[in-house]
């Protein structure tokens, strides 16, 4: 047995101090300080902040390498590489390619999702976020035109084990049939996304059975007072919202706007983070897009936003600068909310008896201390 002591618990409803959180690989429990047995391994973080371990449902790469790589070594590149950010769990996400080379890769992740422990010390893969093909060429962002396809509930079929959310365009032909058939014939979730659906088509996709929007206000029709758009609808409805609050993608005015409108649970941070992810200012591909990496952002050769090189630590922190919102709230958007928006609250993203052991600890200003995956220590400053 392990204990976390001296630290600052972010638990899902409040900061739980002189307390230790006692674990294997899962959590045993949390008891005040005197209560620690003598025979636990004590890790002593005077005063970090410990949080559940960070749970990023949509990134495409980082340390150079991109899930559409399509090799073990890419993704374990990419699972220590978010280690260091306190992330312990991700999803593998893909860019649009043709559907064949797609399957390649997806066969690929086949293999190593839910990985954990030696051989394997970095964050755990829970599967995949399948973002394109399956949607509008007016608001593909950085996905390559040529590559959009047609719906192909075949496909979806065939890796319903591994994928666990898709984005989809509901106003192409087909699309609400698709969420339909998508989220009641397999497990997979429905994301509306990287598409030109009024608000009324956005409506008709969340009561077909859509339950996420895909990185709020970016790749979709705008908020406007008398043409609503899907901001408007994720809004409005009780849809889990992905938001990359790197400042950039989003102005930080809107962060305590959307939270005030989502709630506490709905809110979802990501990164969209690509293969410059922790690598240094240059050029880098996305699919097989140029993009150009400067110390904030990284663009195609014209100026489109092609993922971030944002951080999920850093995210939080930016979220926290920039709302009066509770430090738990902020903390769940990137660990319980995305748990649950995937179905995998009773196992991860909070810090609670019986789940994984899955920890980060930060500094005050949320930079990685240690990250916990399955009670092994995955990374330490």
């Known amino acids: 047995m392990k204990a976390i002591c001296g630290g600052k618990l972010v638990l899902h409803d409040r900061i739980a101090e002189g307390m230790a959180v006692l674990f294997d ?10 209560e620690v047995p003598a025979q636990a391994e004590r890790i002593d973080v005077s005063g970090a902040w410990v949080t559940p371990g960070l749970f990023d449902v949509h990134i495409h790469g980082s340390g150079g390498c991109d899930t559409m790589d399509g090799t073990v070594e890419a993704l374990h590149t990419i ?19 043709p559907l064949d080379r797609t399957a390649q890769v997806f066969d690929m992740v086949r293999t190593v999702v839910g990985k954990s422990g030696e051989g394997w010390d970095a964050a755990v893969i829970e599967g995949i976020n399948m973002e394109g093909p399956f949607i509008h060429p007016a608001y593909k962002g950085a996905h390559e035109e040529n590559y959009i396809a047609d719906f192909d509930f075949d496909f979806m079929k065939r890796y319903s084990d591994v994928i666990r959310i898709v984005t989809v365009a509901p106003d192409k032909e087909g699309g609400m049939e698709f969420i339909r058939k998508v989220t009641t014939e397999t497990p997979i979730k429905v994301s509306i996304g990287h598409t030109a659906a009024t608000y009324e088509q956005a409506m008709e996709a969340i009561a077909n059975g859509a339950t ?12 406007h007072h008398r043409k609503p758009g899907v901001v408007t609808a994720a809004l409005r409805s009780d849809v889990y919202t ?8 989003v102005h930080p ?23 410059a992810g922790g690598m240094p200012q240059g050029e880098y591909t996305l699919g097989e897009l140029k993009v150009v990496v400067n110390e904030n952002s990284a663009r195609l050769t014209d100026g489109t936003l092609a993922g971030s090189i944002l951080t999920l630590n850093k995210a939080i922190a930016n979220v926290h600068a920039n709302t009066n919102k509770p430090l738990w709230e902020i903390v769940n958007a990137a660990t319980l909310n995305p748990a649950r928006a995937m179905g995998m609250q009773d196992r991860i993203g909070s ?14 200003e949320f930079n990685t201390q240690m990250t916990i995956v399955d009670g092994r220590v995955v990374y330490k400053k």
């Not at 690989?25 to 005197?34: A, F, L, N, Y």
């Not at 005015?253 to 293969?275: E, Y």
């Not at 810090?351 to 005050?364: H, P």
């Open 25 to 34: 690989e899962k959590i045993i429990g949390i008891v005040p300080m005197s």
């Open 79 to 97: 699972a220590s590489t978010v280690a260091k950010n306190g992330v312990t769990r991700f999803l593998a996400t893909s860019v649009t390619l």
């Open 212 to 223: 996420q929007v895909t990185h709020l206000y970016n790749a979709m029709t705008p908020m």
């Open 242 to 249: 992905e938001m990359i609050c790197d400042t950039i993608h």
């Open 253 to 275: 005015a809107m962060f305590q706007f959307v939270m005030d409108c989502k709630g506490k649970d709905r809110f979802v941070l990501i990164t969209d983070c690509m293969r």
């Open 351 to 364: 810090i609670r008896t019986g789940c994984n052991a899955d920890f980060a600890v930060f500094d005050e």
